[in-house]
């Protein structure tokens, strides 16, 4: 499983890419509206420290206007993937994106049958958001679950990628179920490190270190 860091923030996506892990980004607006200063600057310098995709989202809701903001987006950086929501007019512009060979992420897809649209358009990654899905009482592990079969089943080659990953457990969960990728953001990522015996174990460690 490929991981990317759902971040916007240079320093975070710095500290994290020292880890060795990061094999991408996604932004999304709101996370982009929290960073100070020019926003294109900004993706640009991620797409720069970053050697993988980097999601941008459209803002338009219409898809001629997400086709103009796309083709504004790709010329920033050869590693940028536009990041389309799944509605009626995000699949066309998917459609028609895919048409023109631009890479897309159909994101805000809390279906199997929204993320089986989003790869016949020929999106190259589907996001399904496993968290937000939990907030309102429903499994979203259970519709990662039915992405993969409905993908498996007919050899579908659009990438999953396990999105508003909320903690460890997602994490892991979305890695047994074979997504291709998750996305995580940094605190999940650092949360990852942790295991209370790797803690006391090198506290002991250095103890008896200490005592020769
Ligand atoms: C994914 O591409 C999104 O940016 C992100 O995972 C959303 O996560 P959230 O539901 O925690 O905001």
Redesign the pocket.
Known sequence: MKIFL?SANLEQIRQAKALGAIEGV?T?PS?LAREKGDWKRAIRQICKEIDGPV?VEVIATEASAMLTEARDLVKIAPNIVVKVPLTLEGLKAIAELHRRGIETNA?LVFSANQALLAAKAGASFV?P?I??LDDIGQDGMQTLQDIMTVFRNYDLTTQVLA????HANHFFQAAMLGADAA?VPPTVLFDLVQHPLTEIGLAKFLEDWKSR
């Open positions: 759902d996604t999304n996370l999601s994101t996001s958001f968290g937000r999105a508003s990953i909320r996305t």
